[in-house]
């Protein structure tokens, strides 16, 4: 049962690709982009640095997710003196991933959130009432979370 763990190894690898896809639409985005730069107005401009961070985000998760969950769950990583390391490897537990999921959510919903506002006049009244409520709820159950996480330490 123990060596089951092991099974998530493909997954993690897997998250790779997904950590590929994400870089090949961010810079798909960008090649859109730059040769309007000079033709768009400000709003525009805006949402369009707002799509790129979000693919950002999204893309600094999945590296925090595959190498924590790696070295949560499946095995450590074997890097040499000589390699660069990233200093927050290996000091994630369970409890903290969760939470750096958590707010990567709620930061990616808020940068969502922010894109349909900037754009307000052409989302529909009963659309962003669900974004919203939506949002909120993430928040709230990141908040929610984050408390739980402290009693337990506690």
């Given at each position: 049962?123990?060596?089951?763990?092991?099974?998530?190894?493909?997954?993690?690898?897997?998250?790779?690709?997904?950590?590929?896809a994400l870089s090949v639409k961010f810079?798909?985005?960008?090649?859109?982009?730059?040769?309007?730069?000079?033709?768009?107005?400000?709003?525009?401009?805006?949402?369009?640095?707002?799509?790129?961070?979000?693919?950002?985000?999204?893309?600094?998760?999945?590296?925090?997710?595959?190498?924590?969950?790696?070295?949560?769950?499946?095995?450590?990583?074997?890097?040499?003196?000589?390699?660069?390391?990233?200093?927050?490897?290996?000091?994630?537990?369970?409890?903290?991933?969760?939470?750096?999921?958590?707010?990567?959510?709620?930061?990616?919903?808020?940068?969502?959130?922010?894109?349909?506002?900037?754009?307000?006049?052409?989302?529909?009244?009963?659309?962003?009432?669900?974004?919203?409520?939506?949002?909120?709820?993430?928040?709230?159950?990141?908040?929610?979370?984050?408390?739980?996480?402290?009693?337990?330490?506690?």
């Amino acid at each position: 049962m123990y060596s089951s763990r092991w099974i998530l190894a493909p997954i993690y690898f897997g998250l790779s690709l997904v950590l590929l896809a994400l870089s090949v639409k961010f810079f798909q985005e960008l090649y859109h982009f730059l040769p309007h730069i000079l033709e768009i107005d400000e709003t525009e401009l805006v949402l369009k640095f707002l799509t790129l961070i979000d693919l950002t985000l999204v893309g600094s998760l999945v590296v925090i997710v595959m190498f924590s969950g790696y070295e949560n769950f499946v095995s450590q990583l074997n890097i040499s003196e000589t390699t660069e390391k990233l200093e927050w490897l290996g000091t994630h537990d369970y409890g903290s991933l969760k939470m750096k999921v958590a707010s990567s959510i709620v930061a990616i919903s808020s940068i969502h959130l922010l894109k349909v506002f900037m754009n307000i006049q052409a989302t529909d009244n009963d659309k962003l009432r669900w974004y919203v409520v939506i949002h909120l709820t993430l928040v709230l159950s990141a908040l929610f979370m984050g408390y739980l996480e402290k009693l337990t330490k506690h």
